[in-house]
């Protein structure tokens, strides 16, 4: 991976022209795993809370001062190129750049939100937690499952197709931050959509915190406000809103749909935080960040691996006799494959293909630190594809999940698009006074 020369961002509004980090070749963005990285995000929150992190942000991420409560607001989807555009006509992310710091992370790679926002929960990079997208393979109990709704890949509840073999902690490899903040003495708490707030996943990824479950974005943003000012000692409230992703996916991140959602969002968060009690303000870190950005595509260009049939009749054969399906996601696919042999000959036919693709053995991705550093959890790999296909741009998946093909924005690649995301930190009560 060699360094090429680092683009400066343009359009931004911020005090500060930021480098870009990671590292970038050929139109490809490595993650800044050892800098600028989503992955450093709940390190930096446990650090500023008293705990000991082995891994977070540079210190110039986060604003001076000592805090006694942090809030981490997760908008998915919302890419760092969309916040340069929105930046200056949405008041949060204006009075928020120009109060506290504003700068570019990479997400992880895969930039999926079961990679990344994992990372979120754990602090561990995707080679430690070996969660490595939305559809993992779980060869042990001959299938491959759908991770974060818990269910096998024709829909069925994960817990019954196993007979209760799997449960949530099995899909992935790391403690919770909640768990190690808790024990500091640190009230967590995680606010989402009511549809994400409970399962087998987040029971697991979010043990130690109290979960609530909200039915609307103003419910969501009076529950961070009520959890904040609740609690005597030291507070972490985690927050997370899908619709903006949804927007990406249907229409697209420069649609109409996409700037509402956003500016929606920021307009319904802003008026909560400018009421939270200014005593309880004055000792809060606020954090707005994504999981990852969004890559427009064409979804008549998108590829469809059933097609080539020396790529599809060489996958391995699940126990029953099944192929096993691609795992990962439309732009982060792993191709499990019959035998040594078949790697190179479906290497060779997709490096030949009419689409432009990064195409790595799993061994190659693996000895990259592709999905991070430290020391690589037994799932990573037994999850990782022999093959993993990463096109430049353009979704590749196939037939039987012909859905995915038919989304206008995509993540989980690397592009600039879907791995450069906003980091907005801000001591909340002096954005309260300036804003």
């Known amino acids: 991976m060699a360094d090429s020369s680092n683009e400066s961002t343009s359009g931004r509004r911020g005090p500060v022209e930021e480098a870009l980090p990671g590292t970038r070749r050929d139109g490809y963005v490595f993650p800044d795993y050892d800098g600028y990285c989503f992955?450093?995000?709940?390190?930096?929150?446990?650090?500023?809370?008293?705990?000991?992190?082995?891994?977070?942000?540079?210190?110039?991420?986060?604003?001076?001062?000592e805090f006694s409560n942090v809030v981490v607001l997760l908008v998915d989807g919302f890419g760092w190129?969309?916040?340069?555009?929105?930046?200056?006509?949405?008041?949060?992310?204006?009075?928020?750049?120009?109060?506290?710091?504003?700068?570019?992370?990479?997400?992880?790679?895969?930039?999926?939100?079961?990679?990344?926002i994992t990372t979120?929960?754990?602090?561990?990079?995707?080679?430690?937690?070996?969660?490595?997208?939305?559809?993992?393979?779980?060869?042990?109990?001959?299938?491959?499952?759908?991770?974060?709704?818990?269910?096998?890949?024709?829909?069925?509840?994960?817990?019954?197709?196993?007979?209760?073999?799997?449960?949530?902690?099995?899909?992935?490899?790391?403690e919770p931050v909640y768990e190690r903040l808790d024990d500091a003495g640190v009230a967590c708490h995680a606010v989402q959509p009511t549809a994400v707030a409970e399962g087998p996943y987040s029971t697991a990824a979010m043990s130690g915190a109290t979960r609530t479950g909200c039915e609307s974005l103003p419910e969501l943003a009076l529950t961070v406000r009520r959890r904040l000012e609740a609690d005597d000692d030291s507070t972490y409230v985690y927050a997370y809103w899908p619709?903006?992703?949804?927007?990406?996916?249907?229409?697209?991140?420069?649609?109409?749909?996409?700037?509402?959602?956003?500016?929606?969002?920021?307009?319904?968060?802003?008026?909560?935080?400018?009421?939270?009690?200014?005593?309880?303000?004055?000792?809060?870190?606020?954090?707005?960040?994504?999981?990852?950005?969004?890559?427009?595509?064409?979804?008549?260009?998108?590829?469809?691996?059933?097609?080539?049939?020396?790529?599809?009749?060489?996958?391995?054969?699940?126990?029953?006799?099944?192929?096993?399906r691609p795992t990962g996601g439309p732009r982060n696919v792993h191709l499990h494959l019959r035998d040594g042999a078949s790697v190179q000959v479906v290497r060779d036919r997709l490096e030949a293909a009419d689409f432009d693709a990064r195409v790595l053995t799993g061994t190659e991705a693996l000895e990259a630190r592709l999905f991070g550093p430290g020391e690589p959890s037994p799932l990573l790999r037994e999850r990782v594809g022999d093959l993993v296909v990463i096109a430049r741009d353009r979704s590749v998946w196939f037939g039987r999940e012909d859905r995915k093909l038919s989304f206008i924005g995509t993540h989980g690649g690397q592009s600039p698009a879907e791995q450069?995301?906003?980091?907005?930190?801000?001591?909340?009560?002096?954005?309260?006074r300036e804003r």
């Open 39 to 65: 992955a450093g995000i709940p390190g930096t929150v446990e650090a500023t809370l008293g705990v000991d992190a082995d891994r977070r942000l540079p210190d110039d991420a986060v604003p001076d001062g």
């Open 81 to 116: 190129d969309r916040f340069t555009s929105l930046e200056g006509s949405v008041p949060l992310l204006d009075s928020l750049s120009s109060v506290g710091r504003a700068r570019p992370l990479t997400s992880v790679y895969p930039s999926e939100t079961a990679a990344a």
């Open 120 to 174: 979120m929960h754990t602090g561990a990079t995707p080679s430690e937690h070996g969660l490595l997208g939305w559809n993992v393979l779980l060869r042990e109990h001959g299938l491959t499952c759908e991770s974060l709704p818990f269910l096998d890949r024709d829909g069925t509840d994960l817990t019954a197709a196993t007979d209760g073999a799997v449960e949530g902690a099995d899909l992935f490899d790391a």
């Open 243 to 324: 619709a903006v992703d949804a927007a990406a996916h249907a229409e697209g991140t420069t649609s109409e749909r996409y700037d509402a959602e956003v500016e929606g969002a920021c307009a319904t968060l802003e008026r909560e935080l400018a009421r939270v009690d200014s005593a309880v303000a004055e000792e809060t870190l606020l954090v707005v960040t994504a999981d990852h950005g969004h890559f427009d595509t064409d979804p008549t260009e998108a590829v469809d691996l059933s097609t080539y049939p020396e790529v599809w009749d060489r996958r391995e054969r699940h126990p029953s006799g099944e192929p096993v």
């Open 420 to 432: 450069y995301v906003p980091f907005l930190a801000a001591d909340l009560g002096e954005w309260q």
